[in-house]
C-alpha cells in the first residue's frame, strides 16, 4: 500500500532522542545516500532539516531493496521506527541522535542527476544555480535565509500593525514616479502609443492616503528602477513604504526605529539602543566626506584651509585662491600608522588618481630636537605651518596626514575614498557591530554642472525646513529639507522626509527644478489638485527590506537573499526573461522596433539555431 504522503507525522529537522520508539512518516529528499556493507543510509532533506534513514537488509527486505535504487534528489516518502543513535551521534545535525529505521518507502518522483551538488559546499557558479534556481532553492542556507526574510517581514507588519498603521496595496501599472532613475514602462494595448510605468516607489499613492484620510499606511512592496547595474542593485526590489499624517521628522524616525529594533530582535536577538544617534549633512561630510559615514571608525577629516593657506605649497595655495578647501585625514598610532608604508601610501596616491584626484600629498608627524617636525612626503613644503597644522589637524608624533585640496565636494570625495581603503588596508577593528545613526539636514537640492540645474537631493515632493522657505528663491542652495536618511554600518539603509503639503511652495520647487507648469500638469495634475483639497502635513520614509536581510543574514550580495534575482544583466538566469515578443504582439500595441533593433534580433536568432543545428549534428 502507497504511504500516506500527505499525512507525514514530523518534518526533518524535528525529531530528537525523546521520540524513540516512535513511528513516523517522513517525506523530502535524498540529500545523500551510501551502502555501509549491505546497511542503506539516507539523509532525508526538507525545507526544516535532514534525518537520517536507515535500512536494513535483514529486517525490512522490501524496503531496503528499494532504497537501494534510491540516488540523489529523488522524491520519497518513508515510514519507520525512531531509534536513538547509540554511540554514532552526528552532533551536526540537530536530529543527530536519532535515525529512523525504514520499514517501508515510496519514490513519488526520481530526479536525474542534477547538474550541480545540492549542499551548501557547492562550488558550482552562480549562473547554473541561478538558472537552476528551484534545485538550489533546495539548500539549507537558501532556506536559512528565506525563513529569515519572512520571519522580518513578519515582525516589520506586525510591528505597524500594532503601531495603527495600515497596509493598503497601491498600483503597479501607473505613471513614473520621479526618484532619480529610469522607468520600466509597459505599453498599452487598448491605448497605443501610451505607456505605463512600473513604479520607483509608490510615493505619490502614499501621499493621496494622507490626503485621502488614512492616516497611517506601512507596506511591503516591489518597485522597479532602470539602473545600470554596476553596483549590487536589482532592478525589481522590496520596499517597507511607510506614510504617516500629522507628524513632524522626530515622529517618523521614532516609528522606524521600533521597526528597526524589531528586525535586530527576530533576526539577531538583540536590542539596538534607541535613539540612534543623528549626524547633520554638513557635520558628516565635514568629518567623514559622505553622507553615510561609518563611524565605527575614527580616521576622521579635519578642514586646515586656514592654517595651510599661505605656507608656500602651491597645491595648496592654487586650491585656497579658487575657492576650493584643504583637508586632511589623520591616521594614527593608535589605528596602524606605523603599518603604512611607502608602497601603501603611493599604491593609495595612485588608487585616487583613476577617481580623478590629481594625486594625495602625504607626510608624517614626528617629533624632532625643537618639537613636532614633518618627515616623508610633502614634509618640506608643509613644514613651516607645522606646529598649527598638526594642532589644527589633532595629529602627534608617529602619525600620518594624507591631504586633498580643491573644490569642497571633490577633496570630500577622494579623502571619503582613502578613508574606505585605508580601513580596509589596516584591517581596523569596529568599534561595534551595528552603527545605526540618522543623517538629518540635507541640502534641499544639488546643483548639476553638467546639466546646468539644480536637482532634488531626496525628491521634489521633499518639504524646505521652515526657516529655509523663504530662501527658495533667493538662495536655493542654503535651503535645508526636512530630509533624514538611516545609515547603518556605512550604508543607507532607509531614506524619507516631511512632504510638501502647501500648493504654492510645490509649485515653487517644480519652478526651481525647472519643471515647467505645463510638465507639472502632464506629470502631476493629481497630485496638484488632491493639494488643494485640505491636504494634512505628512511625512514618510521607505527602506529596502532585501538589503535589510542581507545586512542581517550577513550575506554579500542581495542576489542571496532574493528567491529569484537578476542579474548583474538585468536578466533572470531561470526564465530567459526578458525575451522577444511576436510581431503580432508589437502590432497589437502599435510598436514598431527600429531596424537596427529588429537586425540585432535577427542575427541573435539566427545563431542560436545554428548552435541547434550543430548540436543536432553532433549528436546524429
Ligand atoms: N519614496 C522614497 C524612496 O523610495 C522614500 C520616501 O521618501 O518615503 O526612496
Not at 535483514?58 to 534528489?73: I, K, M, S, Y
Not at 551538488?117 to 532553492?137: G, P, V, W
Request: proline letters at 6%; glycine letters at 8%; a negative charge.
Amino acid at each position: 500500500m502507497a504511504i500516506p504522503y500527505n499525512k507525514r507525522t514530523h518534518r526533518n529537522g524535528e525529531l530528537r532522542a525523546e521520540n524513540a520508539g516512535q513511528t513516523v512518516r517522513l517525506v523530502g529528499w535524498v540529500a545523500s545516500y551510501r551502502d555501509h556493507g549491505g546497511m542503506v543510509f539516507i539523509d532525508l532533506r526538507d525545507r526544516e532539516g535532514i534525518t537520517q534513514v536507515k535500512f536494513n537488509p535483514e529486517t525490512d527486505p522490501q524496503a531496503h531493496a528499494l532504497a537501494r535504487t534510491l540516488r540523489n534528489e529523488d522524491c520519497i516518502a518513508v515510514e519507520g521506527q525512531v531509534a536513538l543513535r547509540g554511540t554514532n551521534i552526528n552532533p551536526k545535525l540537530p536530529t543527530g541522535e536519532i535515525e529512523v529505521e525504514g520499514r517501508a518507502v515510496d519514490l513519488l518522483s526520481k530526479s536525474d542527476p542534477t547538474p550541480f551538488e545540492i549542499d551548501d559546499f557547492t562550488k558550482a557558479n552562480e549562473d547554473l544555480r541561478l538558472q537552476y534556481r528551484f534545485l538550489d532553492l533546495r539548500r539549507p542556507a537558501i532556506q536559512k535565509v528565506l525563513r529569515l526574510r519572512h520571519d522580518i517581514a513578519k515582525a516589520v507588519r506586525d510591528y505597524f500593525d500594532a503601531q495603527g498603521f495600515l497596509e493598503i496595496e497601491t498600483p503597479v501599472l501607473t505613471k513614473s514616479t520621479p526618484e532619480g532613475a529610469r522607468d520600466y514602462l509597459v505599453p498599452s494595448r487598448v491605448q497605443p502609443g501610451s505607456f505605463f510605468a512600473l513604479p520607483q516607489s509608490p510615493q505619490l499613492f502614499k501621499q493621496l492616503f494622507m490626503i485621502g484620510g488614512c492616516d497611517r499606511y506601512a507596506q511591503i512592496v516591489r518597485c522597479f528602477r532602470d539602473e545600470d547595474l554596476r553596483a549590487d542593485r536589482q532592478p525589481e526590489f522590496t520596499q517597507i513604504d511607510v506614510e504617516m499624517a500629522f507628524v513632524q521628522m522626530e515622529d517618523v524616525m521614532e516609528a522606524v526605529e521600533g521597526c528597526v529594533a524589531g528586525m535586530f530582535r527576530v533576526a539577531k536577538g538583540i536590542d539596538v539602543p534607541r535613539p540612534f544617534p543623528r549626524i547633520s549633512y554638513s557635520e558628516s561630510m565635514d568629518r567623514f566626506g559622505i553622507d553615510r559615514p561609518d563611524m565605527r571608525f575614527g580616521l576622521e577629516l579635519r578642514d586646515v584651509t586656514d592654517v595651510v593657506r599661505d605656507c608656500g605649497f602651491q597645491v595648496f595655495s592654487n586650491a585656497v585662491q579658487s575657492g576650493g578647501v584643504v583637508k586632511c585625514l589623520v591616521v594614527k598610532t593608535s589605528e596602524g600608522a606605523d603599518r603604512l608604508t611607502r608602497k601603501i601610501t603611493d599604491g593609495l596616491t595612485e588608487e585616487l588618481k583613476g577617481i580623478g584626484a590629481g594625486g594625495m600629498p602625504v607626510t608624517k608627524v614626528v617629533s624632532g630636537t625643537n618639537g613636532l617636525e614633518f618627515s616623508t612626503g610633502v614634509a618640506k613644503f608643509v613644514q613651516p605651518v607645522c606646529e598649527p597644522l598638526c594642532r589644527q589637524a589633532g595629529a602627534g608624533p608617529g602619525d600620518f596626514l594624507f591631504f586633498g585640496a580643491g573644490k569642497y565636494g571633490d577633496v570630500c570625495k577622494h579623502l571619503h575614498h582613502a578613508r574606505t581603503r585605508l580601513i580596509e588596508i589596516l584591517e581596523l577593528k569596529p568599534s561595534t557591530e551595528w552603527n545605526l545613526l540618522w543623517v538629518v539636514d540635507f541640502p534641499m537640492f544639488e546643483w548639476d554642472d553638467t546639466e546646468k540645474r539644480y536637482f532634488s537631493t531626496h525628491h521634489p515632493f521633499t518639504a524646505p525646513r521652515d526657516e529655509d522657505v523663504d530662501r527658495l528663491s533667493t538662495e536655493p542652495d542654503k535651503v535645508r529639507a526636512k530630509a533624514y536618511d538611516l545609515v547603518l554600518n556605512g550604508t543607507e539603509m532607509a531614506g524619507g522626509s516631511i512632504r510638501i503639503h502647501r500648493r504654492d511652495v510645490q509649485q515653487t520647487v517644480f519652478k526651481l527644478l525647472g519643471i515647467s507648469e505645463e510638465e507639472a500638469k502632464i506629470k502631476f495634475q493629481f497630485l496638484m489638485e488632491a493639494l488643494r483639497f485640505g491636504a494634512p502635513p505628512h511625512g514618510g520614509i521607505a527602506f529596502g527590506l532585501d538589503r535589510w536581510v542581507m545586512l542581517l543574514a550577513g550575506k554579500e550580495s542581495l542576489r542571496d537573499v532574493i528567491a529569484y534575482p537578476k542579474t548583474q544583466r538585468a536578466v533572470c538566469p531561470l526564465t530567459e526573461a526578458p525575451g522577444p515578443v511576436s510581431d503580432d504582439q508589437l502590432r497589437e500595441l502599435g510598436i514598431d522596433l527600429r531596424p537596427e533593433v529588429r537586425a540585432r534580433l535577427e542575427e541573435k536568432a539566427a545563431s542560436a539555431q545554428q548552435t541547434v543545428h550543430r548540436a543536432h549534428d553532433e549528436e546524429q
